[in-house]
């Protein structure tokens, strides 16, 4: 069995951005704008389009030249290897077909969605192995022309693919792959070569209209244009953009910020929640394609083998923010329909406890309770204005551990008791 105590390097929240050409993901404090590493210097990695957080806490990128999805650790940016990858030596292509992977997104179902801009489709993988499992979005169904980097599966659990080519955001059902509609289109907004669409929790969609250097604001569900969040005024003698010119990925920060990818000038620009630009987080990076926002936090216990295959894996979503209060943990491959305790506590040596290994020391505070869903998974949100003892305040400068326990009906070992892999947090402001 795999046991490891990885080395603890508190986080603040990071910003994965994508160069193109030539090709690197580098990954920015989030806040400061502060480069903290590149990922994988050295690795096969060519034509990085798509980002994506893996359930293991892992990052996965498109490699559209080489036709491949590669995989990187989080923490350290150390190459893992190819995830989804053509065997030359066999007969057949085990990609299924993937033909310049653009974006790529873990479904609801744990599959991994990547988009194949060559072949106008959408291919699934098995989201622990790579293996192909079928093509989700047939070549050119409903029109798809060019499915870019930015999909994003929606509030309703559909998907939406920006349709590059021909100017439309397609939506297609979360569980069929079958198209349902045109969701966002040119028609009173303009939209021109959408590159990412983005949900602001708010029944709103953002999407990104390269053609027209604007971030367009659209009914998330009915699709009707709301207004130009983003762009210049034309009318006015300064630029109330900021300079955007080529807007491509997107995402929202923990303090409500918009960060959007300026391809022509090589920038990451900030603007507030109504579209003010706020100045450039990051400047001076060549072809920035795609963003990927990942909250602060450093993986810490090694995840132990149980009932179901290698381990459970918990991974902090949302922001480290104790301002914004936006974290939650997400517990995969778990036992299904079980018993899933997170915990939170100080670091510590691993020891062995039950089937698995406990990696929090000091006072144990039980954060919340959650049975698993039927593939294994859970998810526990960290309310920070709930009542909580003296001992387990968060604030702004604290490090708190967290993992969560488990029932194994199934497993092998004496007590059938496990634990998932730890996450340190460093919260900020």
């Not at 050295?42 to 980002?51: E, I, N, Q």
């Not at 953002?206 to 983003?230: K, N």
């Amino acid at each position: 069995m795999l046991l490891a105590l990885l080395l603890f390097v508190p986080l603040q929240d990071q910003l994965l951005v994508s160069s193109f050409q030539p090709a690197a993901v580098r990954s920015f404090d989030a806040a400061t704008g502060a480069l903290s590493t590149t990922l994988g210097p050295g690795s096969p990695l060519a034509g990085a389009l798509g980002s994506t957080i893996g359930p293991d806490g892992r990052v996965y990128i498109a490699s559209e030249t080489t036709d491949e999805v590669l995989r990187y650790d989080a923490a350290t940016g150390a190459f893992m290897g190819a995830f989804v990858s053509d065997d030359p030596a066999t007969a057949m292509d085990e990609t299924g077909g993937l033909a310049g992977p653009s974006g790529v997104v873990f479904g609801p179902d744990g599959g991994l969605y990547v988009g194949s801009f060559n072949s106008d489709a959408v291919l699934r993988y098995d989201g622990r192995s790579g293996a192909f499992d079928r093509i989700f979005v047939a070549p050119g169904s409903g029109g798809l022309n060019g499915p870019d980097a930015g999909m994003a599966f929606g509030p309703n659990g559909d998907l939406f693919v920006p349709s590059f080519w021909n100017r439309r955001v397609k939506r297609y059902d979360g569980g069929t792959g079958a198209f349902v509609v045109n969701a966002f289109t040119p028609a009173v907004s303009g939209l021109r070569n959408p590159r990412a669409v983005v949900f602001d929790g708010g029944g709103r969609a953002l999407v990104t209209s390269e053609g027209t250097d604007q971030v367009l604001r659209f009914d998330a569900t009915g699709g009707a244009f709301v207004d130009v969040l983003v762009g210049d005024d034309p009318s006015t003698p300064i630029d109330e953009s900021g300079g955007l010119d080529g807007p491509s990925g997107i995402v929202l920060a923990a303090d409500g910020s918009l960060l959007v990818a300026s391809v022509a000038t090589g920038d990451v620009k900030r603007y507030s929640a109504a579209g003010a630009y706020l100045g450039n987080l990051a400047s001076g990076v060549a072809t920035p394609v795609h963003l990927t926002l990942r909250p602060g936090g450093s993986v810490g216990c090694v995840t132990q083998p149980n009932s179901v295959g290698e381990g459970a894996f918990l991974v902090a979503r949302g922001s480290s923010s104790v301002a914004a209060n936006r974290l939650s943990f997400e517990l995969s491959y778990g036992p299904p329909s079980t018993l899933a305790i997170l915990v939170q506590g100080g670091g510590a040596p691993p020891q062995a406890v039950g089937d698995g290994t406990l990696c929090l020391g000091g006072s144990l505070f039980r954060v919340a309770a959650a049975t698993t869903d039927g593939l294994g998974r859970a998810r526990f949100a960290l309310d920070l204005t709930s009542p909580r003892p003296p001992a387990a305040a968060i604030l702004v400068g604290s490090t708190w551990d967290f993992q969560v326990g488990y029932v194994d009906p199934g497993a092998t070992g004496p007590r059938g008791i496990n634990f998932s892999s730890s996450v340190r947090i460093l919260f900020g402001l």
